[in-house]
Structures are given as C-alpha cells and as structure tokens.
C-alpha cells in the first residue's frame, strides 16, 4: 500500500475531517462497496441465524507475513454455507472434536479416567456381532404369550484384548449427547416375524458397521448403530446415528428363550455415523501382526514423524526462514530440534490412533494458526503439523521447495506445488493430545503445554467487583460539558505490512490532568461496589459518556468512560486500555504487565442502575476536604518561622511578605476551588521556574534543605500551584515536587501581582 | 428519505432498507473506519470491518424503537466502535512480531507530534484544502492514492483515464502539492 506520510495527518481525524473526506473525497470503488454490501448482508443473516461467532486465531511460532487476501472472504462463505445448509453443526463438531479424555476442569484428579455411559468397554466381554439376518443363532421370544415378537441374537466373532482396549478408549473418551427419545424408534427391536422378514429383505444396514455383544451368564449387552442418515430432518447432525445400549436378561425354558421380565433397559446416545464408523472399523481392521506399531492410517504423511528433524518453532528466537506458498509467506522462528528418541515418542503417539480426515475449514489460515507447530524443512522439502485447538484439527502440509532471493537479499523457501491441495487437515482431540505432547516434551517445549492450574500466587484481579484496580491506580476524571485540563498520550505501533517493511501507526489516548482524591476514589469505588456488574455487548446505543476516568501508569493506561442507556435504564462502563514502554520518550506499544482478567472478558460492564452517574457526579463535584487539608502551606501560614519571599516573572528582586500579604495570597487561594493535578512541574532548580517563561509567583524561605517553596504558575490557560521542597544533592539545592493543583480561574497570578504593585 | 420512512420500510421490506441504508451511508462508513485503521490494518480487515458496521446496523437499527435520534449519528458511533473493536483485534494479533529488543524499533521514525487537537485539525483541513486547490481529476487522483492506497490501474478506472496517464499526472500532482503545502 502506498502511502505518504503527509496525508497521515488524517488519521485519527476528527469529525470536521471525516465529514469533509466524506463529501469531497469519497471511496469511490464501485466494486469494493458490492463485494462489501454482499459480505454485510451475508453477516447479518448468519447473524441473525443466531450464529454468531468467528473465532479469530492467534498466531504463535509460525508468524503471518501476509494476511492472504481470500481468507476473510471465503471465511464468510464457509460459516454461511454451514447456515444456509439448514445444519447447526457447529456446535456439535465443536463437541465431538473435543473429546476430552481428561477435561482440564477435572484434572484435579488426573488418576480417575472417564469410562462411557455404557461402561468399560474393555472391562466386559465384548464381541464383535454379525448383524446380519442370516446370522441369527438365537431368538429370544420377548413376550411368552406373543410368541410372535422376539429380540434376535446374533452370532458373534471375538475381538483381540487389544483392540477392545482401543475401542474402549475410544468410547470411553467421547462426550455423548443423549438422543431424543424420537429417534429410538427407529431400533428393530421387538419386531413381529413378520416385520423382520420384511426387514431382512429391504435391510439397508449392512454399511459395514460394526455392532457389539457381550453375553454372559444370560445376561446380554448390546451396543448397536441406527444410521439415520436421511431418515431424520432435524438438522443437528450431518450424519444422524444412534448408539443404541441394550441391557436384557434372558432365561431359558422348556428350550426356549424368554426375556426376564422388566429386565429391559435401553439407552440412547446421538452420535456421528461416518465418524464412529471410520474410527472402528479402523481399530478393527488393524493388521494383528503389526499390533506394536499398531493402526495408523497416517504413515505416508505425518505417521513417520520420527524420520525429519522437526523443531518446535519457538517465538523467543529469531526468524529462520520465510516459506512462501502462492501469495501466502511466513516467517518461521527457529527452534531446537526434538531430540530422535522424543521424536519416536511422539511418532508412536501419532500412529496409536485412527486418524479421521476431514475438510480443511476453508477459513482457516491452512497452517499458521495453531498454538503448537511441529516445522521440518530439509532436503527442498517442508513440512508443518499444525495442532489447532480452536477448530480441533491436525493440519498438515507438506511440498518441495525451491530457493529464491527477493530483492531485499532474503532467501525464500518457495513452494514449487502451491494450492490447498497439499494440505490435510484431521480431527483432533487437542486436549488429549496437549497432555501427552507435554508428557514427552515436559517444558522443554518453546510452546507452553502444561495444564492451566490455577495459579494461587499470583494475586489476580478476576472480577471488576474487586474494586482493587481501582484502589490501586491513580485515577484522572474528565465531565462530560466541563472544561477538562488533558495530556495527550500517543502510543506507537510498529507492524509489517505485505512488502515486509514496517509500517508505524499512532494512536492518541487522552490522559486528564484532574485527580481524583484518595478519599473519593474510595467513596467512588464504595459506590461500584454497591451494583452487580455483569459483562455487556457492545450495543449500538453508547450514547454520548457522561464522565470520563482515565489512568496511566509508566507501563499501562486504562480509561473507564460511563454512560448511560436511556432506552434500558441501564449504566454502562466501556473500558479501553494499552501497555506500553517509554523508549527515547516515545511511548511504544507493549503488552500491558499489569492484566486485568476481567477486561480479558469484556471491555463493557453494565448494570441495572439509573443512577449511577448522577451518584458519580455528586462525588466528583463535591468540593475535596483532601484538598482542604493539603491546600494548608506552612510557608504562608501566620507564624512562621523564617521569611517568606516573593519573586515573580516580573519583580525579580525579593520581596519579604507581611502577615498582612500572606493572609491576602492565602485567602485569595482558599476562595478559589482547587484540584490536584498531574501536570508534573518543569523544574528541577528555581532557574528552571524563572526560564519557563510563562507567568509565575514563587514563593520561598530561606534555602536551606527541606524548606518550602511554593510556585505558582499559569499553564495551558489555568493557575497551577506547585508545592516544592528544596532536597540537597551532591551539595546542589535541588526541588522536588511535593503536590501540584490547578484551578480554572486563570485571574490569580495578576491579582497577586496587581496587589503587590501597590 | 427520511428516518420515519425508513422505519416503515425496514418493517415492510427490509432488504430494501439493507440497500437504502447502504447506499446512503456507505461512504460514510467508509470514511470513518477507513481513517481510524488505514495506517494499521490492510484493505481487506477493512472492508470486513466495514461489513461488520453494516451487519451490526441491519440488526440493531429497530424500526419498533422508541430511539428517536438521527440514524446517522446512530451509524458514526457503531463506524467508531466497530473500528476500535478491529484495532484491538488487530493489536492481538500484532503483539508477537512487534519487538522492541531489535535494532528495528531505531527505525521507528520519530514523527513529528502535533500537541493539540486543534492544531492538527487546522493542518488537516489545509491539507485538504491544497488537495482541493490542485483541481480535478488531480485532487482524486492523489486522495485515491495516498489517502485510501489504491493502485494506480484502480484510479485508471475511477478517473476514467489509462494508468500511465494517471502515473504521470500523480507525479506532477504531488510535486505541486508539495509546494502548495510548503505555501502553507
């Protein structure tokens, strides 16, 4: 993007700027506002589908160098795609992807592991059944005077210890959703002879899935498969089943099967159909003989893990290398190589499961958005696994490469065969595979992997109603409709643009200058404290705020601004904050270091008060008995000690104050309503007050350490008192600043001066 | 069109009103946003910025409120918070390759900081002002350019001109700019 600096100066801008931009230098890019216009009207029908929700991914090991420009478009088209098929499949793929096999909530007790609904799979004796109905071996009558209606028992083959074991952590490690009762009706259960016959003959069942039958003791348990793919409307799943659990017991007599009575139970679960039946039929299949490098559908591609050096691209480091794959570059850190025998752990950890492939979700940013990538680039040839939490995928990519230098001498990795075609992305159960990624990487991992515990030293601020952050920080207030003394803060923001150059940005935050007393701060956080603050949306009415706090520390600036929703009868705090670091007095962008978790949630707070602002006001204008108290200057007070003398702008000779003068000056400050300020005074010596050059009265004893000085001055169009000490360093009398006021009457130092004139 | 009549047709035929509103307040959208990111974000999480506005207007905007301000002040305030909301999302994503460490943040230039508000409005409007001055098809041609950053085979099109046309005229647009600024 070209740009010139000069027109930078319109950034920011405001109204008067924007509206004349508006009328005299439109966009004008008839294209650019139909593609807009078609992506707004897209958005607000997802929107309005209820589906809401773009997760944005954040990028850690591998960096973006160019945001390819397809993705935010196809991005759209994909999460409309999933809404105007009629499927809110999202949810659910979020929850089948996320199986978690040891929740972290739950990991107080890592030792307790998560068993089916339906049982230890492993634990009963699971056999494979042959649902098919020329298998059956034995009829079971379910009513002894309806002979007619029976449950068949199908002949059943055994399955290795092993694979049990794998199908029970798979089972195991599920999270079920019960299924409507509706869809059970579906089950041949208690079919009439002649309803079987005419099943057996219409069967559709036979997809090669599995089902499964423990026997023992009369006691039978069967886990089956009801594909309703098709048969059922509602748009939960695209691959409707249910897991059917049948629990019966049977007796025998005069040879013949009856069911025991009440001894029927059958529970159902909805579950995906192709996904359930890849994962088992995969565990099934699984060669024997190969049972110590046991199932794996993913040697050609990542399933040899072991045979790269791959590494751990580790953000702290510097950059390695830039892959480019058609217009899409990254910048990948470098990293230490996983250790071979690390490497072979991981492999085993990656082969020890059936690997279910699914569509790339085309708005993901193919392999750079995950937390944790594995990266091996040697013989012209790249490879990246990408764990990515948020979609619950394994991506992984892999093409040959070739070397080009671009014109800045940077040697480029770049890719001979371009496309998404290369590129697999599988489901991924992340959590799992988090924990045992971090079993065998431990913290040698650039990427942190260890659970989220928390963290009892570190004092947190979790909720806004802990008013500490409030306490803590000191707070400058603007009123809306009042005249507000501010600093401008300019924080800068420095980031690559598409050439790879940098690129700096400005954005102004406003500091103000009116300090909020430590007694009202606590009045005022008494009086937050008091309402329920809940989490907002941003809303479209912020309607204009009524009262401004800002606060800025050396490292971070926060400011609340409070409004009220008329339409709700609500209050609302909209926070805003930065981190920054001072360099050579430019304020740059930095992550704050202070964090408060509850802006983490949301930047918005309402609560169902009226009156909060008016409350705030009242504290705000009161007149500050803090101030009262402070605003007593010894120097001028009757008695005394030594002399107080006067110097100004004007009279540079000193001038010793009467009690007369003194109660004159001090009347003449008490009259006035003061502030404290956080303007910082420009003066490290008395010849620093007199060079300002501005109007000033200063006011001192005699200069010895620890002696006051007063200075009274006007700045940006209103009187400032600053209270000084002189301090002695290095046998130099220096001044510290004690206490600075302002006070908008603009009128004291000419009194002062027209009085002394006399 | 009026804000009542606009309520009666978001009621009556919302589609419609999606256009009408679109095509009223599209540039002023744009403008709004557009100054607030351009230094910071690319064109594209502009425009879906942009199409975030619009999607949060078609759905807020109630035609039943009793809300009876202008939908234009309605529109610039949702311009604005949309736009801090991709700022902030775009200062997430930038945390990581933003480094201080590096000889990189010498090359941070130190612009010159213009104080108050006012002074930076007045500059802007004289800025605008010697755009104005250079005269059409120039003014556009340089706005396009340096202001919203399109290329100039996308001004060729806007200023119905070839685009070497539009490189030789931008040449001597800025240098006459330069010097009407210098004037300044």
């Known amino acids: ?758 | 069109m009026t804000d009542e009549q606009l309520r009666h047709l978001l009621k009556s035929s919302p589609e419609k009103a999606h256009r009408l509103i679109f095509d009223e307040y599209y540039n002023y959208v744009y403008t709004i946003v557009f100054n607030r990111l351009r230094s910071f974000a690319s064109p594209e999480d502009i425009d879906e910025c942009i199409s975030d506005v619009f999607s949060d207007i078609f759905m807020k905007y109630d035609p039943d409120t009793s809300y009876n301000g202008n939908i234009k002040g309605f529109v610039a305030v949702i311009s604005q918070n949309r736009s801090i909301d991709m700022f902030r999302k775009l200062k997430a994503l930038n945390r990581k390759i933003f480094s201080l460490d590096s000889e990189e943040a010498n090359q941070i230039p130190s612009e010159e900081k213009v104080d108050e508000t006012v002074e930076k409005a007045e500059s802007s409007h004289a800025l605008l002002d010697a755009v104005k001055a250079l005269g059409e098809p120039d003014s556009t041609i340089i706005m396009q350019k340096y202001y919203y950053g399109r290329s100039s085979s996308e001004i060729a099109d806007i200023v119905s001109m070839k685009p070497d046309a539009v490189r030789k005229r931008l040449s001597r647009a800025i240098k006459r700019l330069r010097s009407l600024i210098s004037e300044i």
């Open chain 1, 1 to 758: 993007m070209h740009k010139n600096k000069e027109f930078d100066i319109l950034n920011n801008a405001g109204k008067s700027i924007t509206d004349r931009l508006e009328a005299e230098f439109p966009p004008r890019d008839e294209k650019e506002k139909e593609k807009i216009f078609s992506m707004s009207e897209r958005k607000f029908n997802i929107k309005t589908n209820g589906h809401n929700s773009f997760d944005e991914h954040t990028v850690s090991g591998v960096e973006v160098y160019k945001r390819p420009v397809w993705q935010s478009f196809i991005g759209i088209a994909a999460a409309f795609a999933v809404v105007a098929g009629g499927i809110t499949g999202g949810a659910f793929a979020m929850k089948r992807f996320r199986n978690t096999p040891v929740a972290s909530s739950e990991s107080e007790d890592n030792t307790q592991r998560r068993i089916a609904p339906f049982g230890d799979f492993a634990e009963l004796d699971y056999k494979l059944q042959k649902t098919d109905p020329d298998s059956i071996q034995k009829i079971i009558v379910n009513d002894e005077e309806n002979p007619d209606r029976f449950i068949p028992l199908y002949a059943v083959t055994d399955i290795s210890q092993e694979k049990r074991q794998k199908l029970a952590d798979f089972f195991n490690n599920f999270d079920y959703d019960s299924a409507p009762a509706a869809n059970v009706e579906y089950k041949y259960f208690g079919t009439s002879k002649a309803e079987f016959e005419d099943y057996k003959e219409n069967s559709e069942i036979e997809d090669d899935m599995p089902s499964f039958q423990s026997c023992v003791d009369n006691e039978v348990r069967r886990i089956c498969f009801i594909d309703l793919r098709g048969k059922i409307d509602e748009g939960d799943l695209k691959n409707p089943c249910v897991l059917s659990y049948d629990r019966f017991r049977y007796t025998e007599q005069d040879g013949q099967l009856l069911l025991e009575k009440g001894s029927f139970s059958t529970i159902s679960w909805m579950v995906d159909y192709e996904y359930f039946k890849n994962t088992i039929n995969g565990i099934l299949n699984a060669d024997d003989d190969t049972a110590d490098k046991p199932l794996s559908n993913v040697t050609d591609s990542f399933g040899d893990f072991a045979a790269y050096d791959f590494f751990i691209p580790d953000v702290t480091k510097e950059k390695k290398m830039i892959v480019k794959k058609e217009d899409i570059a990254y910048w990948i850190n470098n990293g230490d190589v996983i250790p071979q025998d690390k490497r072979q752990q991981i492999e085993d950890l990656f082969n020890c499961q059936y690997w279910n492939r699914v569509d790339l979700p085309e708005k993901t940013d193919v392999y750079a958005m995950g937390t944790l990538c594995f990266v091996a680039c040697d013989d012209q040839e790249f490879r990246i696994i990408t764990l990515d939490p948020t979609e619950s995928i394994l991506i992984y990519d892999h093409f040959e490469y070739e070397d080009i230098t671009d014109e800045n001498g940077n040697v480029i990795h770049q890719a001979k065969n371009g496309g998404k075609d290369t590129v697999e992305a599988y489901a991924l159960e992340y959590e799992y595979f988090r924990e045992k990624l971090y079993e065998i990487l431990g913290d040698s991992c650039p990427v942190d992997l260890s659970p989220d515990s928390p963290d009892d030293d570190e004092e947190k601020i979790d909720s806004f109603t802990d008013l500490r952050f409030f306490i803590d920080r000191e707070w400058g207030y603007g009123i809306e409709g009042q005249p507000v003394d501010y600093s401008q803060l300019d924080i800068n923001v420095s980031s690559s643009n598409s050439q790879g150059e940098r690129e700096d940005a400005t954005f102004t935050y406003i500091s103000y200058n009116d300090i909020i007393s430590v007694d009202k701060k606590l009045r005022i956080s008494e009086l937050l404290g008091k309402y329920d603050w809940k989490p907002g949306e941003m809303g479209p009415g912020i309607p204009n705020s009524m009262i401004y706090l800002t606060s800025k520390s050396d490292n971070d600036y926060i400011s609340m601004r409070f409004a009220s929703l008329e339409s709700t009868g609500q209050t609302l705090i909209c926070f805003d904050q930065a981190g920054f670091k001072i360099w050579n007095d430019m304020y740059i962008f930095a992550e704050p270091k202070r964090n408060y978790s509850f802006l983490d949630e949301s930047y918005y707070y309402v609560t169902d008060n009226a009156e909060v602002i008016s409350k705030l006001l009242e504290i705000l204008s009161e007149p500050d008995p803090e101030i009262s108290a402070s605003l007593n200057f010894p120097l001028l007070s009757p008695n005394y000690p030594t002399d107080c003398l006067l110097t100004s702008d004007e009279e540079s000779s000193e001038k010793v104050l009467t009690e007369k003068d003194k109660k004159f000056v001090r009347d003449l400050i008490y009259k006035n309503s003061w502030s404290f300020v956080a303007i910082e005074p420009n003066a490290d010596t008395e010849a620093d007050i007199s060079r300002t050059g501005s109007d000033y009265i200063m006011l001192k004893s005699e200069k010895k350490p620890d002696s006051p000085v007063i200075c009274i001055e006007t700045i940006s169009d209103k009187t400032c008192i600053f209270e000084y000490t002189l301090k002695k360093t290095d046998g130099k009398l220096i001044l510290t600043n004690g206490k600075s006021y302002q006070c908008h009457d603009n009128s004291i130092i000419e009194q002062i001066k027209k009085y002394f004139s006399k």
